[in-house]
């Protein structure tokens, strides 16, 4: 039994590779990607430590090469979600009883796993199957998944330190019980670190997790389950199931033993869960935590004081990278009239020279589009800007998805801040200019603010501190992530804590301790070393 407070090692962020041509790291990625496209895979659900598979295989193809089958994954149904949830519960009492020095030491181990034997295959599975190139994936499914791993583990610690006051005579003491149930982690396809850490978060703390993750992103979740599986994860902690989610949904929301939602997608479906969950209140044995992470509308504006190259850069990449499938991308852009010109120039110049096509050859600075879906929804948009009036397409429009679902990056410009592109969230390669006259940046301003039901990220260029310093508050809950003279993409986990509000959701803050607070249900404990022998206060005297 251990009798002393741990400390971890040093918590840093995991560095990025480079992946230059000729460097050791691209030589495994290489050989990661011809390997994985040599074998056909049969992925299973992972229940109770054991792999499920089924009678119903479905095919998994690259979105940026329809023709390669990289294998199949056994679909399940609601038997296997009841198996799950059972798993989880039986996991528990042994899982909540761990030292949570022995918890964290799993989840440590992970993240060098990650970093080291499995970072090749981490990377190319999510760039296979996801299509992002290979600086995109590592920065997300190694680098930042390694970073929630790690800095995840401090912030437990430092919640459990979190201790009362004591007066003479009393001991006060505070305990960080898991919550009374199981977690469902419902996960999205553009961020495989996001994956990893809407299972292993509440996990960290104790609790024990169906996971549900996007279709998409099932090709790299197996890779997630081998690394914890590998790291010493016991059976039943993290459930990993591939199901409709509605057949998930009638049951786990339907279980008295339902905890909590750990969620990041689209704005639509949490509120439906949101609303499922408030009209079963009285189904649960306690209140269920509710953790998401939802869309967003992204803006960039500039003052007329602002570097115009330096809005240029933060437009190409804060729009275009991974195809604008990030919550956080630069979504919509206000100009100052007297800087667009710059702007413009350099922009097409740039987004013009982006080659697109397969994330296996790494001169692609773009690539496909996640599925069909997504792109019919994309193009959409793009045919209807073509056909009016008000709009014009600047560079880009083009769409093919006959080997892949490749669509250009394509720019449109505005005559009316308030035009369909400049509302709706697209989630994909387009990026939507307004100009404006420098004299109106105030009133536009306003305009920015009341355009978008989402507040996710945003990001202002300007020189003028004065500027600066007006837009940071006049836009105070238009973003939970708040750019000066940067992109509105990137945040890195224990320096830029990531989550919005409005309809982007719970701003439970995602990379920072705020977050694990949501996963556990605290017990104060107090006991008095010299209790009272007589009822009488001093006062009846």
């Known amino acids: 039994m251990s009798n002393a407070v741990f400390n971890f090692p040093k918590t840093y962020n995991e560095p990025v590779l480079s992946y230059i041509k000729g460097s050791p790291e691209r030589v495994k990625l290489v050989a990661a990607l011809k390997e994985l496209k040599s074998k056909k895979a049969d992925i299973p659900m992972y229940i109770g430590g054991k792999e499920i598979y089924t009678n119903e295989k479905v095919d998994i193809h690259p979105p940026h090469e329809l023709k390669h089958k990289l294998g199949t994954y056994n ?75 790690r800095f995840n583990a401090q912030f437990m610690r430092d919640i459990y330190a ?39 978060a509440p996990a960290l703390m104790g609790n024990t997790i169906v996971w549900k993750p996007a279709e998409t992103q099932i090709y790299s979740a197996q890779v997630i389950m081998q690394i914890l599986q590998e790291a010493g994860l016991p059976a039943g902690v993290i459930n ?7 057949t998930a949904g ?45 869309g967003g509308k992204d803006f960039v504006i500039a003052h007329p ?7 240029s850069v933060a437009l190409a990449r804060g729009a275009f990278e991974y195809q604008g499938q990030k919550c956080s991308a630069a979504s919509r852009a206000y100009l100052p009239a ?48 073509k056909k009016d009036k008000g709009a014009k397409i600047l560079v880009g429009g083009n769409y093919d998805k006959t080997s892949g679902y490749f669509i250009e990056p394509t720019v449109i410009q505005v005559d009316d801040p308030k035009y369909v592109t400049m509302c709706d969230e697209l989630f994909g390669p387009v990026l939507t200019i307004y100009v404006y ?50 992109k509105p993409t990137g945040a890195v986990v224990g320096q ?24 556990v249900s605290a017990r104060t404990i107090k006991e008095n070393m010299n209790p009272p022998l007589d009822y009488r206060y001093p006062f009846l005297d």
């Open 75 to 149: 679909k399940g149904g609601s038997s296997h979600v009841k198996q799950a949830i059972q798993a989880a519960l039986k996991a528990k009492p042994a899982w909540e009883a761990m030292a949570w020095q022995d918890r964290a030491a799993i989840f440590l181990k992970a993240a060098d796993l990650l970093a080291g034997p499995y970072r090749a295959r981490m990377n190319a599975a999510t760039m296979l199957g996801q299509s992002k190139n290979a600086f995109q994936a590592e920065i997300d499914a190694v680098a930042e998944w390694c970073d929630f791993l």
């Open 162 to 200: 979190d201790q009362p006051i004591s007066d003479p005579g009393i001991w006060n003491r505070m305990e960080y019980r898991p919550l009374e149930g199981f977690v469902f982690a419902l996960s999205p396809f553009n961020f495989t670190s996001i994956a990893g850490n809407l299972s292993c």
């Open 240 to 246: 990993l199931v591939f199901v409709e989610g509605r």
């Open 250 to 294: 009638d049951i786990i929301f339907n279980h008295p033993d339902f905890a909590g939602l750990h969620f990041t997608g689209s704005t639509g479906v949490f509120q439906k869960l949101w609303q499922t969950i408030g009209q079963n209140l009285s189904l649960y044995k306690s209140y269920p935590r509710i953790v998401g992470e939802t």
């Open 305 to 311: 004081s602002a570097n115009p190259e330096a809005v």
């Open 338 to 385: 007297s800087l667009w010109p710059v702007i413009k120039k350099k922009l097409v110049t740039d987004l013009k020279s982006m080659k697109m096509g397969s994330p296996e050859q790494f001169d692609n600075f773009i690539n496909a589009v996640i599925d069909e879906k997504a792109f019919d929804k994309i193009t959409s948009y793009i045919k209807q800007a």
């Open 437 to 486: 006259e420098d004299a109106d940046y105030k009133k536009v301003l306003t305009i920015l603010d009341s355009t978008s039901p989402y507040a996710l990220t945003g990001a202002v260029f300007a020189n003028d501190r004065e500027a600066i310093n007006l837009t940071s508050e006049r836009l105070k809950h238009a973003a939970g992530n708040f750019y000066i003279n940067d």
């Open 496 to 519: 830029q804590p990531f989550g919005g509000a409005r309809a982007s959701g719970t701003n439970d803050k995602a990379g920072s301790i705020m977050n694990l607070y949501r996963w």
